[in-house]
């Protein structure tokens, strides 16, 4: 009798064991970072002091890469694929800007550039998309956003993710000023895109530099993005502040930043941790060349 009882308790945790892991499975979070890595390229300029930077100074990004285990990192700055290849390694699979394609030459500058883009795991699928195009001027050579579509196990949906660079100048209350204004018709693109989202019942992700303090509250470029929606949900609205970077005015010194402005943006049917600002040594600030910004990073489940 009782081994009969243990042979039908073995095929039961044997039944259940088999029910339970494929959800296990599906259940995996996914890590994703954005990271503006300030004028990222593997030649220097001298007119952009940032851009100077050692085979130890890219040896110290990619050690803070790493850090945030990033299966996904949607980057800003980032002037060539061989650039950020030095930071994220060979596991990764390099997404740049449709602005950097050679039909887009007219809408690239001479010396470095500032692109969007994206670093997968190679382990995660993706599908990549046309960029967003969120200049305010005809062929203007900025403001280009990012586009890939996460793909997810038969019984999830896919998740669409932008990796986005805003106009700076306007971090605080709205002004009349060209960079408010310029601001002002990015944020109205953006909503018009996750009207589109909502309208076919799509997941998403906005995740990138906003230049903009978001989560302000009754912030009015927040407003301008939600409009007419009811599915979008500011994940980095908690996120401390806590960037150190080096002083513009002395590079001894050291800042911190009192707002955050590089936020994360989803849908409100998605399960996501809470995002957290990855922090530099004040000692790495002051000698190696980092960034002025640090990286954000948070999950899906």
Request: hydrophobic share 40%.
């Amino acid at each position: 009798m009782i081994k009969k009882l243990k042979k039908s308790l073995a095929f039961a945790w044997a039944i259940l064991l088999f029910v339970v892991l494929p959800s296990v499975a599906y259940a995996t979070p996914i890590n994703l970072t954005t990271w503006n890595i300030a004028w990222l390229s593997t030649q220097s300029y001298p007119q952009y002091s940032e851009s100077d930077r050692s085979l130890d100074d890219f040896s110290r990004l990619s050690r803070y890469f790493h850090k945030t285990d990033a299966d996904i990192l949607a980057f800003q700055e980032v002037d060539s694929a061989k650039a950020i290849k030095q930071v994220v390694g060979e596991d990764y699979q390099i997404i740049l800007s449709d602005r950097a394609l050679a039909k887009n030459a007219h809408r690239q500058f001479n010396d470095i550039n500032q692109y969007t883009g994206f670093a997968i795991r190679n382990t995660v699928q993706v599908h990549n998309h046309p960029d967003i195009d969120l200049n305010t001027t005809h062929n203007g050579k900025l403001r280009f956003a990012s586009y890939i579509e996460i793909k997810r196990s038969a019984n999830k949906p896919n998740v669409h993710v932008l990796s986005v660079h805003l106009k700076a100048g306007c971090q605080g209350a709205k002004r009349n000023n060209r960079s408010c204004k310029l601001l002002e018709q990015q944020g109205a693109k953006l909503n018009q895109w996750i009207k589109q989202r909502q309208s076919n019942g799509d997941s998403f992700i906005i995740m990138g530099d906003f230049n903009h303090n978001l989560a302000y509250r009754g912030d009015w470029l927040w407003e301008i993005l939600t409009h007419g929606t009811n599915s979008a949900a500011l994940a980095s609205a908690y996120t401390n502040a806590k960037c150190v970077v080096r002083s513009n005015k002395n590079p001894r010194q050291t800042h911190k930043f009192r707002n955050l402005i590089d936020h994360v943006v989803v849908s409100s049917d998605l399960a996501f941790s809470q995002p957290t600002q990855g922090i530099f040594s004040k000692n790495d600030v002051i000698n190696y060349q980092l960034s002025d910004h640090c990286p954000v990073s948070f999950s899906i489940k």
